[in-house]
Nanobody, 123 residues
Framework: QVQLVESGGGLVQAGGSLRLSCTAS????????MGWFRQAPGKERDFVAAINWNGENTYCADSVKGRFTISRDNAKNTLYLQMNSLKPEDTAVYYC????????????????WGQGTQVTVSS
């Protein structure tokens, strides 16, 4: 089992930037694909971005392409999400996830989750 802890959330004005981090610990965390999801109040948990185990392949939701970048540093067991040009609609709790099954864009495919970090973008 992999333990995940997110950090870096906060309040930012529209157009601003934040960088989220997710520190992993536990069994062979560096061999897992990892990803970010987000959930706004009253909505489902939506896919944001994912990255394969060695960082060579990344995938982003259309809604964040060109603004968000996912990366990882396996030496530090840390996953990152650089968020630029933030919009009020990006406001949500952001969750780190690891070890997916088939459909990486579906939250039900992911085995391990962090507790989440709140991101609030003011207009």
């Amino acid at each position: 089992q992999v333990q995940l802890v997110e950090s870096g959330g906060g309040l930012v004005q529209a157009g601003g930037s934040l960088r989220l981090s997710c520190t992993a610990s536990g069994r062979t965390s560096s061999t897992y694909a990892m990803g970010w999801f987000r959930q706004a109040p009253g909505k489902e948990r939506d896919f944001v971005a994912a990255i394969n185990w060695n960082g060579e392949n990344t995938y982003c939701a259309d809604s964040v392409k060109g603004r968000f970048t996912i990366s990882r540093d396996n030496a530090k067991n840390t996953l990152y999400l650089q968020m630029n040009s933030l919009k009020p609609e990006d406001t949500a709790v952001y969750y780190c996830a690891a070890n997916p099954l088939k459909d990486w864009t579906s939250y039900v495919s992911w085995a391990s989750w962090g507790q989440g970090t709140q991101v609030t973008v003011s207009s």
